[in-house]
Each structure stands twice: as C-alpha cells, then as structure tokens.
T-cell receptor, first 115, second 113 residues
Framework: AQKVTQAQTEISVVEKEDVTLDCVYE???????LFWYKQPPSGELVFLIR??????QNEISGRYSWNFQKSTSSFNFTITASQVVDSAVYFC????????????FGAGTRLFVKA | DAGVIQSPRHEVTEMGQEVTLRCKPI?????LFWYRQTMMRGLELLIY????????DSGMPEDRFSAKMPNASFSTLKIQPSEPRDSAVYFC???????????FGSGTRLTVV
C-alpha cells in the first residue's frame, strides 16, 4: 500500500541554521508524483514543488532545495540559512494513478525557526 | 487571479444544523478537491471533481456529507445534520490536472457545538 512517512514531528532551529525535512514514501507504482506543501501559521496550504518518478534531478530554488532518491524512496527538503518566516508545517505528499488518481499526505513536520 | 476562494472563513453551528461550505476555484482549473484537516487524521481527501463531474467520493465520511459542482466556478460541500466530530478545517483546492500541484483556498474552520 502507498504510504508517506514524515518521521520528524517537530524541528526547532535557530535562524541561519540549515535544516532538512525528511520524507520517505512507499509505492509499487512506477509512475507517481511527489509534492511538498507549506502551511504557515496563517493556515493556508502553499504548493512548493512537484517531482515525477522519472525525474531524479535535484532542484534548488533560492534557499530551498530538494533531494529525490528513488533508491531510498526519499524526497527530502532542505532549507538553507533558515529564517523566522520559514516557521510552518511542511507536508510531503504522494500522488499516483490507478483507475483514478489518489493522493496521500504525510503527517507533516512542524518547523520552528527562532530568532 | 484571486486564487481559490472559500467562504465562510469560520463557521460555528449547533449540532443537527445544516452547514454549507462554498468554493470558487481558479478559472481554467479542471480539477477541484475538498479536503478536511484535523489533528487526529491530518489531511484527508473527501471528494474531487473533474470538469464539474464528481469522480471519487470515497473519502466522504458519511451520507451526511454531500458535494456539488453545478458549474466550473462554484462548488459546495454540505453537511446535514452536522455533528461535533465534523469540527475541522475544510479546504477546497483546484488544479490544472491531477498530477499538478494544488492551489488551496484559505479554508473554512468549522466548529459544531
């Protein structure tokens, strides 16, 4: 069965520290998509990135970077030089198609960045 | 574009009352999703529509829940009768396609007392 595990429930760092949020997924499908979303204290969910199962290239966007490794079924998210505004809950999600598509979200990792 | 618009932002109702949540998706997005978020169960997909047609409602918890999408720019999620365990944040989201990232609305925080 498909599964998304975000083992880190909460992480607390001091501003300017680098932090990596882990995401491990399980699926038997060969075609799937992985996502990261951010939920700041205001409550809305913001899409950050999508990766398909055939594209293992890492991606960097400003202070954010993502490392996708099929060999370990992981899609980790690193924030470099964290800032207070990065404080949020971050969700990893897995989407696949089997006669209709399904999406499941991980439980989320709450990140506290202290000034 | 104003994004996905949900109303109301907050709703407090008494047990047994009917509750209607509303959503306006982004124009041109063919997919619309209703999610529920609780501390215990996290984010759960309730139902999704493709081109206004309900495709998968397997996440709808009970017959008390119903959703409609009468046109491409409007959807409702109705709970009748409401119960305290329905208290949650309900999100509407839309997307160009099922494998694209979703744009979420601000959510409706529902409290049933």
């Amino acid at each position: 069965a498909q599964k998304v595990t975000q083992a880190q429930t909460e992480i607390s760092v001091v501003e300017k520290e680098d932090v990596t949020l882990d995401c491990v997924y399980e699926t038997r499908d060969t075609t799937y998509y992985l996502f990261w979303y951010k939920q700041p204290p205001s409550g809305e969910l913001v899409f950050l990135i999508r990766r398909n199962s055939f594209d293992e290239q890492n991606e960097i966007s400003g202070r954010y970077s993502w490392n996708f490794q099929k060999s370990t079924s992981s899609f980790n998210f690193t924030i470099t030089a964290s800032q207070v505004v990065d404080s949020a809950v971050y969700f990893c999600a897995l989407c696949w198609y089997t006669g209709g598509f399904k999406t499941i979200f991980g439980a989320g990792t709450r990140l506290f960045v202290k000034a | 574009d104003a994004g996905v618009i949900q109303s109301p932002r907050h709703e407090v109702t008494e047990m047994g009352q009917e509750v209607t949540l509303r959503c306006k998706p982004i124009s041109g997005h063919d997919y619309l999703f209703w999610y529920r978020q609780t501390m215990m169960r996290g984010l759960e997909l309730l139902i999704y529509f493709n081109n206004n047609v309900p495709i998968d409602d397997s996440g709808m918890p009970e017959d008390r829940f119903s959703a409609k999408m009468p046109n491409a720019s409007f959807s409702t999620l109705k709970i009748q009768p409401s119960e305290p365990r329905d208290s949650a944040v309900y999100f509407c989201a839309s997307s160009l396609n099922w494998y694209y990232g979703y744009t979420f609305g601000s959510g409706t925080r529902l409290t049933v007392v």
